[in-house]
C-alpha cells in the first residue's frame, strides 16, 4: 500500500522523468539544427528556397508560403535557432517543472495534513455555501494558498515552504541557483533579456551581469541549469524522506547502491588483472 512518502517520492521521480525528457528533446534538436546546417553546406545551390505553412484555410487545406534564402543568412537562423533559442526555450520548460513540483508538493502536503493551515484562515462565504462537501472547501482553502505563494519572493516562498514542508530550501545551494534561473527566465519574458534592478535583487551575488546589461543564455548555460534541477529532485527525495519515510526511495537508494558496487568492482577487477602480451 502507498504511503504518503512514497506518493511524494512519485511526484518527484515524474518531475525527474520530465526533465529528463526536456534534457533528451533539447540535445536531439541541437543535433538536428547540426545535421540541417551541415546540408545547407554540402548544397551547391547558393541560394536556398523553403516552402512552410504559414495557416490554414476554412476547408484545413495549408496556406503555404516560400522564402528564398542565401547558405549564410539560412546557416545563420540554424545557429541562432540552436544556440539562442532552443537553450531559452528550455530554459522555461525547466522552471515550469521544477515550479510545479514545489507546487505539488505543497498541495499534497496541505491535502494530506490540513491541520498545517493555520486556522485563523479566512475564506469567503460564496465558497463555503457553493461547496458540495467539506472536501471541496479543504481543496479551495489549498488553491488560495497556492495562489497566493506564486507571489511571494524566492525567499519568503522557501520559507513558507519550510513551514508546511518541513524542508529548508535556503540551506541548499541549488536552490540559490534555481533562484538566479527563475530571474532570469523572468527577464527573457518581460524585459527581452536585459537585466533590471529586480534582477540583480532576486540572484543576489550569483547574479551574472550588472542591471541595463544583456543577460545570456546559451547551451553551457542550459546544461547547468539542468544539473541544478535535476539536484534539487535528489534534495527533496533526501530530505523529504526523513519527514515522511518511503519504501520505494529506500527500494530506489539500495538499487543504486548495488548498482554502483557493481561498477566498482568490475572497473577493480579491470585495474588489478594482468595483461598478457
Same mark, same amino acid.
Given at each position: 500500500?502507498?504511503?504518503?512518502?512514497?506518493?511524494?517520492?512519485?511526484?518527484?521521480?515524474?518531475?525527474?522523468?520530465?526533465?529528463?525528457?526536456?534534457?533528451?528533446?533539447?540535445?536531439?534538436?541541437?543535433?538536428?539544427?547540426?545535421?540541417?546546417?551541415?546540408?545547407?553546406?554540402?548544397?551547391?545551390?547558393?541560394?536556398?528556397?523553403?516552402?512552410?505553412?504559414?495557416?490554414?484555410?476554412?476547408?484545413?487545406?495549408?496556406?503555404?508560403?516560400?522564402?528564398?534564402?542565401?547558405?549564410?543568412?539560412?546557416?545563420?537562423?540554424?545557429?541562432?535557432?540552436?544556440?539562442?533559442?532552443?537553450?531559452?526555450?528550455?530554459?522555461?520548460?525547466?522552471?515550469?517543472?521544477?515550479?510545479?513540483?514545489?507546487?505539488?508538493?505543497?498541495?499534497?502536503?496541505?491535502?494530506?495534513?490540513?491541520?498545517?493551515?493555520?486556522?485563523?484562515?479566512?475564506?469567503?462565504?460564496?465558497?463555503?455555501?457553493?461547496?458540495?462537501? @467539506?472536501? !471541496? &472547501?479543504?481543496?479551495?482553502?489549498?488553491?488560495?494558498?497556492?495562489?497566493?505563494?506564486? =507571489? $511571494?519572493?524566492? %525567499? +519568503?516562498?522557501?520559507?513558507?515552504?519550510?513551514?508546511?514542508?518541513?524542508?529548508?530550501?535556503?540551506?541548499?545551494?541549488?536552490?540559490?541557483?534555481?533562484?538566479?534561473?527563475?530571474?532570469?527566465?523572468?527577464?527573457?519574458?518581460?524585459?527581452?533579456?536585459?537585466?533590471?534592478?529586480?534582477?540583480?535583487?532576486?540572484?543576489?551575488?550569483?547574479?551574472?551581469?550588472?542591471?541595463?546589461?544583456?543577460?545570456?543564455?546559451?547551451?553551457?548555460?542550459?546544461?547547468?541549469?539542468?544539473?541544478?534541477?535535476?539536484? @534539487?529532485? !535528489? &534534495?527533496?527525495?533526501?530530505?523529504?524522506?526523513?519527514?515522511?519515510?518511503?519504501?520505494? =526511495? $529506500?527500494?530506489? %537508494? +539500495?538499487?543504486?547502491?548495488?548498482?554502483?558496487?557493481?561498477?566498482?568492482?568490475?572497473?577493480?577487477?579491470?585495474?588489478?588483472?594482468?595483461?598478457?602480451?
Amino acid at each position: 500500500m502507498e504511503n504518503f512518502g512514497d506518493k511524494l517520492y512519485k511526484t518527484i521521480s515524474n518531475a525527474r522523468r520530465l526533465l529528463f525528457v526536456q534534457g533528451e528533446m533539447a540535445q536531439l534538436t541541437y543535433i538536428s539544427y547540426e545535421k540541417a546546417i551541415q546540408l545547407i553546406e554540402k548544397d551547391t545551390e547558393d541560394e536556398i528556397s523553403i516552402t512552410y505553412p504559414v495557416g490554414f484555410k476554412a476547408d484545413n487545406t495549408p496556406i503555404n508560403s516560400t522564402s528564398l534564402y542565401t547558405k549564410e543568412e539560412l546557416i545563420s537562423r540554424y545557429n541562432y535557432l540552436s544556440l539562442s533559442k532552443l537553450p531559452i526555450d528550455g530554459l522555461f520548460q525547466l522552471v515550469t517543472i521544477i515550479e510545479s513540483l514545489f507546487g505539488d508538493i505543497i498541495r499534497n502536503t496541505l491535502i494530506e495534513y490540513p491541520a498545517k493551515i493555520s486556522k485563523k484562515r479566512k475564506i469567503d462565504t460564496e465558497i463555503v455555501l457553493g461547496a458540495n462537501s @467539506l472536501n !471541496e &472547501i479543504k481543496l479551495a482553502i489549498v488553491d488560495s494558498i497556492q495562489n497566493e505563494l506564486a =507571489y $511571494k519572493s524566492p %525567499k +519568503e516562498y522557501a520559507e513558507e515552504f519550510n513551514k508546511y514542508v518541513s524542508v529548508n530550501l535556503l540551506e541548499q545551494p541549488p536552490y540559490h541557483k534555481y533562484i538566479e534561473l527563475k530571474a532570469t527566465r523572468d527577464i527573457h519574458i518581460h524585459n527581452s533579456g536585459i537585466a533590471n534592478d529586480i534582477y540583480i535583487s532576486k540572484a543576489a551575488t550569483l547574479a551574472r551581469v550588472k542591471s541595463a546589461e544583456n543577460l545570456p543564455v546559451n547551451i553551457q548555460y542550459f546544461l547547468q541549469s539542468y544539473e541544478c534541477c535535476l539536484q @534539487l529532485t !535528489e &534534495i527533496l527525495e533526501q530530505e523529504l524522506n526523513k519527514v515522511w519515510p518511503s519504501p520505494k =526511495y $529506500k527500494e530506489y %537508494k +539500495e538499487s543504486i547502491d548495488k548498482a554502483n558496487e557493481k561498477t566498482e568492482k568490475e572497473n577493480s577487477e579491470k585495474k588489478t588483472t594482468p595483461k598478457y602480451v
